[in-house]
């Protein structure tokens, strides 16, 4: 592909709650960028960015999927994600490297459960967005509500900068409000030939009245409009554009458009606000990072002649040989040259690079400040990971991922299956950072943990159908914490005889609860200087910290707990890592049984869409499962009811909800947070109590 400056490159995802039609405004803009020559439909199991057979036998995007196009001499590096919330870390990953996103909406639903988490993601990484109302054709779109959704519900100061012409089956084309015209896209070429001509009479003073509110909200935001508008003088399009440009890359509003992908109805324009209004890598500014070896801030331009510096956000596992997806952040470098991995410490060659285009790759020589690649078959980096000039070396801030929050018992058929599943894990645990094995201490079973019931039945299928594994499995039951009630100390000191030397350490540790249950256990010590010497120190503080992750009082991983060492001393003699690991170990637990454990179960934020006239049954139900109901609202004959619940409690739950509604009824769980079990359901875990 022909290089483009770094002024016109566009590093976008598409995000969206599932079924609001990101991946058919995805396969519109393969289609008319000439990326791809037919059009492909999730509901024909065709779709090019859906090319995973799990993903066309299910008809939802699972993985995130790269691909490049060029539009208007601008060249976009392209990210559709997956709209389910099992597959948030997808999300996750992608927006930690994007320079901007397009945030699809369903003009009928407005702002749905996982629109709000993917908006608040994009918050969180600054990432400066546009928003695209879709299935304007489908009866109760509203394009007004949608905005004020976004306005209300997001935060967000939302500017259309498009009307559209009618709705449902009246749904004509659009209305370009910063050009002043009127937009149709033929049926005959599939939207590909676009008719610009003047505002129909009937939408004329809507659609003026609607401009000025437009060049007015703008100028309150952007001061070289705002001059022309006090001044009262012409206000041309390249004026508003500018002002929007600037907005958007600022983060101060969110352009609002709209269309219908299925009906190939805005599609261009859309892409053309991609060029137009979000930002490029020059525009985002140097990726800042930290020194390795002192912790200090290291600042990387976005340019060529910079170090190289580039962070792996995903890793793609497959029988023959895994990707490596690279956000390249400043320097370049060629194929065949290495890259220094500060985690490891060790080098890596980047042999085969590929620019992706789903799930094909073209082959390229070399990787600038700006790209998004592939690279095959690297040997020690995982996502999150920084590769970078070993001569001037950088950690970028790395993503994020949540907790698992739901496990299941696997069993492999056969030894055979045993032993190729062990040497798989790791390779899926790679790619997928939010998958976790391990074992329970009690049945000896093989537990596999994600985030959600979807989550594992994709993998589980996954296993058998890619790699051929064959699994028995259980059912799904959720992944319990463990915290402390209050403030408490304990002491343990260890003493053995070992090949004749005597080992001996006592430590004393103090835990105190967190604000945030959830957290991971926070390690600190509070040694004198010298009460034991400083080479200790890490293994010490990390014998704790395993111990936290290990398991409490009822064998739940402890959350939630700063842990304090305040005393610890030893014999030097034979191997005291021993000892001193013990004890902090047994110290530890101590002081979690003088503070009280508390086992904590996972709570999920619930959204419910039910016709009216079911409101009353499906309460019962949501009481029958420990949910707790704080909103009930009503859009035409459809209610909403949002609330939180025990994750555990809502296995099975969809089935029950269209049982009660006809099949009419859905409902979105996306993991919230960690909070205490009933005391009345904590006896059930008695038996685990550790004495």
Partial sequence: MTPFPKD????IGIVAHIDAGKTTTSERFLYYTGQSHKLGEVHDGLAVMDFREDERDRGITISAAATTLAWRDHRINLIDTPGHVDFTAEVERALRVLDGAVV????????????????????????????????????????????????????????PIQIPDGSAETFAGLVDLVEATHLTFD???????????????????????????????????????????????????????????????????????CGAA?????????????????????DRGAARGTHPKDGSEVVREPKDSAPFSALVFKIQASPAADLFYLRVYSGRLEAGDRAWNPRTGQKERLRRMLRMHADRGEAVDAVEAGDIVAVAALHRSISGDTLCDEAKPVVLEPIRFPSTVVSIAIEPKTA????????????????????????????????LSGMGELHLDVTLKRIEREFGIRLGFGKPRVSYRETVRAEAQGSATYQRQVGGEPLSA??????????????????RDALAPGTIP????????????????????????????????????????????????????????????????????????????VPADYVGVVMKTLQQRRAVVTDTGFARDTAVIRGVAPIGEMFGFLTALRSHTQGRGSYMLEPLDYRPLPDNLTALHHDKLIG
């Avoid at 489908?138 to 967000?156: H, Q, T």
């Fill in 8 to 11: 016109r490159i566009r590093n």
């Fill in 104 to 159: 699809v909406f369903d003009g009928v639903e407005g702002v749905e459960p996982q629109s709000e988490t993917v908006w608040h993601q994009a918050d969180r990484y600054r990432v400066p967005r546009i928003a695209f109302i879709n299935k304007m054709d489908r009866i109760g779109a509203d394009f007004d509500a949608a905005v004020s959704g976004i306005e209300k519900r997001l935060g967000a100061r939302a500017i």
């Fill in 187 to 257: 049926d005959d070429s599939l939207g590909r030939d676009v008719a610009t001509g003047p505002i129909p009479p009937a939408l004329a003073a809507e659609s003026a009245a609607r401009r000025a509110i437009l060049i007015e909200r703008l100028a309150e935001l952007h001061e070289p409009l705002a001059d022309l508008f006090l001044a009262e003088k012409p206000i041309a399009a390249e004026d508003v554009r500018a002002a929007l440009r600037a907005v958007t890359i600022a983060g101060t509003a969110v352009p609002v458009l």
């Fill in 262 to 282: 299925l009906r190939n109805i805005g599609i261009q324009p859309l892409l053309d606000a991609v060029c137009w209004y979000l930002p490029s890598p020059t």
């Fill in 416 to 447: 055979s299956d045993r032993d190729r599943l062990a040497e798989l894990i790791p390779r899926l645990q790679r790619e997928d950072p939010t998958l976790q094995s391990s074992v329970d201490p009690e049945t000896g079973q093989s537990l």
């Fill in 506 to 523: 006592r430590v004393r540790i103090r835990v105190a609860p967190l604000a945030d249950q959830g957290t991971r256990t926070e390690v």
């Fill in 534 to 609: 400083s080479a200790y120190l890490p293994a010490l503080r990390e014998s704790v910290s395993n111990a936290a992750d290990g398991g409490g009082l009822y064998g739940y991983p402890v959350t939630g707990v700063l842990a304090t060492i305040e005393d610890a001393a030893f014999t030097e003699s034979g191997q005291p890592e021993i000892a001193i690991n013990s004890a902090a170990s047994h110290a530890f637990r101590e002081a979690l049984r003088a503070a009280g454990p508390i086992v904590l179960e996972p709570y999920g934020r619930l959204e419910i869409r």
